[in-house]
């Protein structure tokens, strides 16, 4: 007799959890439902679930056997679903006790959270504000549902245009599938670049503070999921989001749908120019501030995350001191790692080469002085196939050189003991904030960063788009703990966001997203940022001047060979 045999389906299914465990439910209920049984053991407050390898919501039903991943706040993804929600959250609030007043969810803070501006009205005042963060708090204890559904694109964009949102109007005439996935809560609707919560009963770790004409919407971070972060208050790091604000005013491009306009209009030329004239105007500033202050300011420090383009800009900064009558010397801070057995490891054991003491800090002020004191030194070169520091070329600075340094630590006040601070002119640069989808929907600059990285990573290194994906975590761990602290310690900060530079680096990066394979964790980053990108209208990459900071990451960069002769010594 054949152990196989046709039946109906089991009322009941199970899922398979990474921990071996099984769970057993009804067919078709939530997969929430299932890890429900669960949460009391999970390190974090549960968002949502890997369902066979795909990123799902809550909600989503489990109709067939399953292996499952819990995602909570402490997980990347899960924290996106958070943030995500609570913006809607936000948006329903705010909606509902200032409709005559428009809501632009803008750039991140360090601390955790989002800076929000308000249009159409004075800015709030600490009475409203605190009224607008008590209506948020009483949606969320009325754990009202969000709701999930399809509308064609078409009565989409009517409701968008009916309700006053012409960006969202704007930006949904370029999307090529005739539908629309939307979100409702409490009668109000939006669309949103991803997953959100079943309902606002998870959203209850937030808080919102006055901040220069806004306000931010502060959320916790990944590290401890359920704590806001003391907030400090950025001043440069806000002055530099007002100025690309006016820079994205000047061009009248504020949005992607703008850029998008302008795409198909045939005007992105004239943007891309206007772009790179506002890079170069900036640098050109910071060049004559430091000329400026050229009697204090004996050695530039330039620190910034990765793929901020800080190669590309130390060396335009270079070009622009020059014309200033001052001629840098680079000082590479890559010599000055110890020997690698004494090099700090990390919480797995593994070598820590972003740690603070990987570098021999003391040599490097030793050398630092006897530079400036105008003596011969030697300095050091790190071998990296041995590990070992050897001994370097011998160099004596001419009068008047300018010594630069770039490097992860440049805004850290331990990296030279003993120098003097006020020696030192230190320049933080980064891709600060970028084009956002809409008012509500930002793009974020570490995706940004990172699809600079994989087209990078693949033209010049030969690493896959899924080697930079799985590397990206180390990346920003070490970012968080050694950059962004120290972030208000720059003299000047410099934006390398480039609002065109998405719609150029999509026809590169996509090909390179769709190999990774599927079921891999990198598969669901591969995804979302394949989403991201599918928002923007290609821009061909021959219309990026040579020069552009872009091109560090997109090849064919005047500056790629650009050198310095130190005392006859080319470098």
């Known amino acids: 007799m054949s152990k196989f045999k046709i039946v109906p389906p089991s009322e009941e299914v199970q899922i398979h959890l990474t921990d071996g465990r099984v769970i057993a439910g009804p067919r078709g209920a939530a ?44 997980d990347s993804d899960g924290m996106r679903i958070y943030r995500r929600s609570l913006v809607f959250l936000l948006e329903v609030a705010f909606d509902e006790l200032f409709p005559n007043a428009a809501l632009t969810v803008d750039h991140s803070v360090v601390t ?7 249009s159409g009205r004075e800015p709030f005042t600490e009475a409203e504000l605190q009224r607008l963060e008590a209506h948020m708090r009483h949606l969320v204890e009325s754990n009202l ?50 997953y959100m919560v079943p309902s606002t009963g998870y959203l209850r770790w937030f808080g919102l503070v006055a901040m220069g004409h806004g306000f931010i919407l502060r959320f916790p971070n990944r590290e401890a999921p359920t704590d806001l972060r003391p907030m400090t208050r950025p001043s440069k790091l806000l002055e530099a989001f007002r100025q690309y604000g006016s820079w994205l005013r000047r061009l009248g491009i504020q949005t992607v749908g703008a850029l998008n306009d302008a795409v198909r209009e045939g005007r992105i030329r004239e943007i891309v120019l206007v772009a790179e004239a506002l890079h170069e105007q900036h640098i050109a500033e910071i060049a004559a501030r430091i000329a400026a202050e050229r009697d204090r300011i004996q050695v530039v420090l330039i620190a910034g995350p990765s793929s901020s383009g800080k190669t590309t800009f130390s060396k335009r900064l270079t070009v622009q001191l020059l014309t200033q009558g001052i001629e840098p010397f680079p000082l590479e801070l890559d010599n000055y790692f110890v020997d690698r057995e004494r090099t700090p490891r990390d919480e797995n054991g593994n070598y820590d080469f972003e740690h603070l003491d990987a570098l021999d800090r003391e040599r490097l002020t030793h050398d630092l002085r006897r530079l400036i004191r105008g003596e011969r030194v030697q300095l050091p070169h790190y071998n990296f196939q041995t590990g070992k520091s050897e001994p370097g070329e011998v160099v004596q600075l001419k009068p008047g050189q300018l010594i630069i340094m770039e490097g992860i630590h440049g805004l850290d006040p331990r990296l030279l003991p003993g120098f003097p601070q006020e020696h030192a ?19 974020s600059t570490t995706d940004t960063r990172l699809i600079r990285r994989i087209v990078r990573d693949a033209r010049d290194r030969g690493y896959t788009a899924r080697d930079t994906i799985h590397r990206w975590e180390a990346v920003r761990r070490g970012e968080k703990r050694w950059i962004f602290p120290f972030q208000e310690q720059a003299d000047v900060m410099f934006n390398s966001a480039l609002v065109y530079e998405l719609a150029v680096l999509k026809p590169l990066a996509e090909p390179l997203l769709l190999q990774i394979p599927h079921g891999t964790k990198e598969h669901i980053e591969a995804k979302r940022l394949l989403a991201l990108l599918e928002w923007f209208v290609p821009v061909e990459r021959e219309l990026v001047p040579d020069d552009s900071l872009l091109r560090e990451f997109i090849g064919g960069s005047i500056l790629k060979n650009f050198l310095l002769w130190r005392n006859g010594t080319e470098h």
Request: charged fraction near 25%.
């Open 112 to 118: 955790g959270g989002y800076f929000c501006r308000v």
């Open 31 to 74: 997969v929430g439902e299932f890890l429900h049984v669960i949460t009391d053991e999970l390190p974090a407050p549960l968002m949502g679930a890997i369902v066979n390898g795909e990123l799902r919501e809550l909600t989503y039903p489990i109709q067939m056997e399953a292996e499952v991943k819990p995602l909570t706040l402490a």
């Open 425 to 443: 002119f230190r320049i933080y640069a980064s891709a600060l904030t970028q084009l956002n989808l809409d008012c509500h929907n930002r793009v």
């Open 145 to 194: 549902p969000i709701e999930r559904r399809e509308l064609p694109l078409q009565e989409a964009i009517d409701y968008f245009a009916t309700h006053g949102h012409p960006d969202k109007v704007r930006l949904l005439r370029y999307r090529k599938k005739d539908y629309l996935t939307v979100y409702t809560l409490a009668g109000h609707m939006d669309y949103y670049h991803g």
